[in-house]
């Protein structure tokens, strides 16, 4: 060894008494401060897939209501019930338009959004089954006509319930910060 080394060992060991638990403090502070850093950004990290997660909790929600929306008004239409046509009525293509919307919005992998894109399919194939109907719905008797009526509702129904176990779904997942 050389003398150098010799006089930084012997300076360390008269010294060791104040040197150590320095050395134990600043690896200490060193791990906390790396620790807290990690620590926020996970929870950063979790804040920002939450937000995210409650938008498109918000948006899901937002289209699925437009699409009962324009179906009960396009019904309206095709019933005649004091329904007046203009420009920004709904037709089935409005339908179709929203339905893509929803099929980019979720998830194809998941039997619960798949629920949903099937409630909004049976929707849309039924007023492709009325525009077909002869004579038109407007001129059928009451009956029949409460019996395109009661259809339509079930399958509104079924689209609301679809939708509301995607949306508890996706809310316990907020809550749970996953």
Not at 123 to 128: D, L, P, T, V
């Amino acid at each position: 060894m050389n003398n150098e080394t010799l006089e930084t060992s012997k300076w360390f060991l008269e010294n060791q008494s104040w040197i150590i638990p320095l050395l134990v403090t600043l690896l200490s502070l060193f791990g906390a401060l790396i620790g807290g850093w990690l620590s926020g950004r996970k929870k950063i990290g979790i804040e920002v897939i939450s937000k995210n997660r409650q938008d498109w909790i918000h948006e899901l929600r937002d289209i699925v209501k437009d699409f009962l929306t324009k179906s009960s008004e396009l019904f309206k239409i095709y019933s005649g019930k004091n329904y007046e046509k203009n420009r920004s009525s709904p037709t089935l293509s409005t339908l179709t338009e929203l339905f893509n919307y929803l099929e980019l919005l979720l998830n194809p992998n998941e039997s619960e959004s798949n629920e949903i894109l099937t409630s909004c399919q049976k929707i849309i194939e039924f007023f492709a089954d009325l525009e077909e109907e002869i004579p038109p719905l407007n001129s059928l008797d009451i009956t029949k006509r409460s019996h395109f009526d009661s259809r339509l509702y079930s399958y509104q129904k079924e689209l609301t319930k679809n939708t509301q176990n995607v949306l508890k779904t996706e809310w316990e997942r907020v809550k749970k910060g996953i």
